[in-house]
């Protein structure tokens, strides 16, 4: 896919682009700056691949997005490898399948956002724990756990602590490894910036966002349910099989299970939610959800529903835009041409069911999961126009690009855009105020950016 075919979007992705810009034009990898002061939301690992990436000749959205791609295909290679031996190679191919084809998964696969790469670490740190029994593994899954501290503050470590806590034999491994691994940065940038950095990063993006509902993202209790189901898709089905018994035979699963409960309370108790959050627990759910349609005694249904349920990309497709715009609660789904895209759908659920019921398990999984990737694929050929014309600033900032270099930004523009506009004009615009001679403005018109001239 191109990694290139829609400017960055959202805040997020610009913001985190412009600081690793800053550190690849700088050299210095220890502070991260935004606009040339020091910004100290999140660790600086999805700031050192950005930065890593400018160096190697790739550009902009390349840069920032590839080395979150091939992360997310590393450790599906990883996912299957181990699951296979550690479980079977069924439950292996269909958590790979789950995985790499869900929704969420897909979405973080494709975003310069650190919610991937500390999910990476993490995930591969607990599956090593709690799978592999052997006391020296817990060197490298304290490394993993070190990293994924780097991607995102200290959640990581919080997350993992009931996966520790019954690591018999390999706790002092694993503290001291992710310790080896973590600590240089936090110790450098401490002493570089003093308490500044820990008020803002710790105080602030830790405890107060966990408890206070005076910043932003604040979310009602209930909000990750359907966040989860919803990042599960076209596998949300399969959660109903997670109340069978049989599921839960192996005490290794039992264990994920009561993990990725503990996980999903955690993030629920939170004050402040973002969808990206609950990332971490997608592969510990892929598992579950393998192991439990590999008990089912009605899995040719179960996998055929989850085909069927693919049918719903063409509405989702046209509501994605409005969704990043102006929110999920203010969106509306466009049905038109819906039944032309069930259509193959369709098909492929009754050819999943028929071949599951054969028992040709792998190749009803392998049609499944392949049509899950193809429908991915198609929806974002169609929407990446929409996104790129609409929702990034890219386009509007290459079509006047010349005329914005001497602008100003007036307030009510939306913070995304703002620091869209900011990355690719490479500075940071000045906001306009009362006293501001400036012949053109960027201003906002019926939701839109659009240039105000005299």
Same mark, same amino acid.
């Given at each position: 896919?191109?990694?290139?075919?829609?400017?960055?979007?959202?805040?997020?992705?610009?913001?985190?682009?412009?600081?690793?810009?800053?550190?690849?034009?700088?050299?210095?990898?220890?502070?991260?700056?935004?606009?040339?002061?020091?910004?100290?939301?999140?660790?600086?690992?999805?700031?050192?691949?950005?930065?890593?990436?400018?160096?190697?000749?790739?550009?902009?959205? &390349?840069?920032?997005?590839?080395?979150?791609?091939?992360?997310?295909?590393?450790?599906?290679?990883?996912?299957?490898?181990?699951?296979?031996?550690?479980?079977?190679?069924?439950?292996?191919?269909?958590?790979?399948?789950?995985?790499?084809?869900?929704?969420?998964?897909?979405?973080?696969?494709?975003?310069?956002?650190?919610?991937?790469?500390?999910?990476?670490?993490?995930?591969?740190?607990?599956?090593?724990?709690?799978?592999?029994?052997?006391?020296?593994?817990?060197?490298?899954?304290?490394?993993?756990?070190?990293?994924?501290?780097?991607?995102?503050?200290?959640?990581?470590?919080?997350?993992?602590?009931?996966? &520790?806590?019954?690591?018999?034999?390999?706790?002092?491994?694993?503290?001291?490894?992710?310790?080896?691994?973590?600590?240089?940065?936090?110790?450098?940038?401490?002493?570089?910036?003093?308490?500044?950095?820990?008020?803002?990063?710790?105080?602030?993006?830790?405890?107060?966002?966990?408890?206070?509902?005076?910043?932003?993202?604040?979310?009602?209790?209930?909000?990750?349910?359907?966040?989860?189901?919803?990042?599960?898709?076209?596998?949300?089905?399969?959660?109903?099989?997670?109340?069978?018994?049989?599921?839960?035979?192996?005490?290794?699963?039992?264990?994920?299970?009561?993990?990725?409960?503990?996980?999903?309370?955690?993030?629920? !108790?939170?004050?402040?939610?973002?969808?990206?959050?609950?990332?971490?627990?997608?592969?510990?759910?892929?598992?579950?959800?393998?192991?439990?349609?590999?008990?089912?005694?009605?899995?040719?249904?179960?996998?055929?529903?989850?085909?069927?349920?693919?049918?719903? !990309?063409?509405?989702?497709?046209?509501?994605?835009?409005?969704?990043?715009?102006?929110?999920?609660?203010?969106?509306?789904?466009?049905?038109?041409?819906?039944?032309?895209?069930?259509?193959?759908?369709?098909?492929?659920?009754?050819?999943?069911?028929?071949?599951?019921?054969?028992?040709?398990?792998?190749?009803?999984?392998?049609?499944?999961?392949?049509?899950?990737?193809?429908?991915?694929?198609?929806?974002?050929?169609?929407?990446?126009?929409?996104?790129?014309?609409?929702?990034?600033?890219?386009?509007?900032?290459?079509?006047?690009?010349?005329?914005?270099?001497?602008?100003?930004?007036?307030?009510?523009?939306?913070?995304? &855009?703002?620091?869209?506009?900011?990355?690719?004009?490479?500075?940071?615009?000045?906001?306009?105020?009362?006293?501001?001679?400036?012949?053109?403005?960027?201003?906002?018109?019926?939701?839109?950016?659009?240039?105000?001239?005299?």
């Amino acid at each position: 896919m191109n990694l290139g075919s829609t400017g960055f979007l959202l805040p997020d992705e610009p913001r985190y682009a412009s600081i690793g810009r800053a550190m690849a034009e700088t050299g210095d990898l220890i502070t991260p700056r935004l606009d040339g002061a020091g910004w100290f939301e999140k660790p600086p690992l999805l700031y050192w691949t950005t930065a890593a990436g400018l160096r190697f000749g790739l550009h902009d959205e &390349w840069a920032a997005r590839l080395p979150m791609a091939l992360l997310g295909i590393a450790f599906l290679v990883f996912f299957y490898t181990f699951l296979r031996r550690e479980l079977s190679p069924a439950v292996a191919l269909t958590a790979c399948a789950i995985l790499g084809t869900s929704a969420g998964w897909i979405a973080y696969s494709f975003a310069a956002v650190p919610d991937l790469p500390m999910s990476v670490a993490l995930s591969a740190a607990l599956l090593l724990t709690i799978f592999d029994k052997r006391c020296d593994i817990g060197w490298i899954a304290g490394a993993l756990l070190g990293v994924a501290i780097l991607a995102k503050g200290f959640v990581p470590a919080v997350l993992f602590a009931p996966a &520790w806590l019954i690591a018999t034999g390999k706790r002092v491994r694993i503290l001291a490894a992710s310790t080896l691994i973590a600590a240089p940065w936090f110790i450098l940038v401490t002493v570089r910036n003093g308490s500044v950095f820990w008020n803002e990063f710790f105080w602030k993006h830790h405890v107060a966002r966990f408890f206070s509902s005076q910043l932003e993202h604040v979310q009602p209790m209930w909000f990750y349910v359907p966040v989860l189901l919803g990042g599960l898709f076209p596998w949300t089905p399969l959660v109903a099989l997670l109340g069978s018994r049989k599921t839960w035979e192996d005490h290794r699963v039992k264990l994920l299970g009561g993990w990725v409960l503990i996980g999903f309370l955690f993030f629920s !108790l939170s004050k402040g939610k973002l969808p990206g959050y609950l990332l971490p627990l997608i592969p510990a759910l892929a598992i579950l959800l393998a192991v439990a349609l590999n008990k089912s005694s009605q899995s040719c249904w179960w996998l055929a529903s989850c085909a069927l349920l693919l049918t719903l !990309l063409a509405p989702a497709a046209t509501l994605l835009p409005q969704a990043l715009l102006v929110g999920l609660r203010r969106s509306s789904i466009t049905w038109n041409n819906s039944l032309v895209w069930a259509i193959p759908f369709v098909i492929v659920s009754a050819a999943v069911w028929w071949i599951a019921r054969r028992g040709e398990w792998e190749t009803a999984v392998l049609l499944c999961g392949l049509t899950a990737a193809v429908g991915a694929g198609a929806v974002k050929l169609r929407v990446s126009p929409a996104l790129d014309q609409g929702v990034s600033v890219r386009a509007f900032w290459a079509e006047h690009r010349s005329e914005i270099e001497g602008a100003c930004v007036e307030q009510n523009v939306r913070r995304d &855009w703002q620091y869209g506009l900011n990355y690719y004009q490479h500075r940071a615009l000045p906001t306009c105020d009362n006293s501001d001679d400036r012949s053109i403005r960027v201003g906002m018109a019926g939701g839109r950016l659009e240039l105000i001239k005299p």
